[in-house]
């Protein structure tokens, strides 16, 4: 069975400052990993999909790393924003199912 | 572009009521589809997926189950509510070519409270 562990479940940071957000998975056998951003009360919104066979990813200030031989992911956000302010998921896809972990909740302080 | 509507946005049942909440997407064929369940202070849990039409997997026993009657519609139903199916449900869908390596695409939820 996946399991998919996210460390911390929640971070505080002032404005500007860079953040970094990490996910670890037991099973290296998955087809790619999903990056989420969930505001309270709303889905989810998906930020990075990285395929097995990749080591990263990138979309503006987002940067993702997947090192799938340890079970590993980063998010990185940088210059962060109190906008960037919300609870981030990561899963990996496995199957033709994604397995989720808790989540870490980011505020990022004006 | 492709959407995903859920309805309600908000629902508050008595125990013991039936359920019945709806998806659908637009602006694509043939969409592998899921109902998730996020409980307050848990993850996100896959309850059930579906291929094709009829075509039904269930992840978790439970009193709720899942119906395809059409191509993009999703409807997850229940005939007698628990307090425990309190939660976040969420619809996905990703598409069907490709196979397992596409990105999947979340609804906006809905927010079930069973009194």
């Known amino acids: 069975k996946q399991e998919v562990t996210q460390i911390p479940a929640a971070l505080s940071v002032p404005e500007g400052e860079n953040l970094v957000l990490n996910c670890s998975f037991t099973?290296?056998?998955?087809?790619?990993l999903q990056w989420f951003r969930q505001d309270p009360g709303k889905g989810l919104t998906s930020l990075l999909l990285?395929?097995?066979?990749?080591r990263e990813q990138t979309s503006g200030r987002l940067n993702a790393s997947l090192d799938k031989s340890s079970g590993r992911s980063t998010l990185y956000i940088a210059a962060s924003q109190p906008g960037d302010s919300a609870t981030y998921l990561c899963a990996v896809k496995y199957d033709y199912k994604l397995s989720f972990g808790a989540g870490t909740t980011v505020t990022v302080r004006a | 572009s492709q959407t995903i509507h859920q309805w309600p946005a908000t629902l508050v049942q008595p125990v013991g009521s039936p359920l019945s909440l709806e998806c659908t997407v637009e602006g694509t064929s043939n969409p592998n589809l899921y109902w998730y369940r996020q409980a307050a202070g848990r993850g996100l849990q896959l309850l059930f997926y579906s291929v094709g039409i009829g075509q039904i997997s269930s992840e978790v026993p439970q009193n709720l189950s899942a119906s395809r009657p059409q191509d993009r519609q999703f409807i997850l139903s229940s005939k007698k509510l628990l307090l425990s199916d309190s939660g976040f449900y969420l619809c996905a869908w990703n598409p069907m070519a490709g196979g397992p390596y596409n990105e999947q695409f979340f609804g906006p939820g809905t927010r079930l409270t069973v009194l």
């Open positions: 099973d290296s056998a998955i087809y790619n």
């Open positions: 990285i395929q097995s066979s990749q």
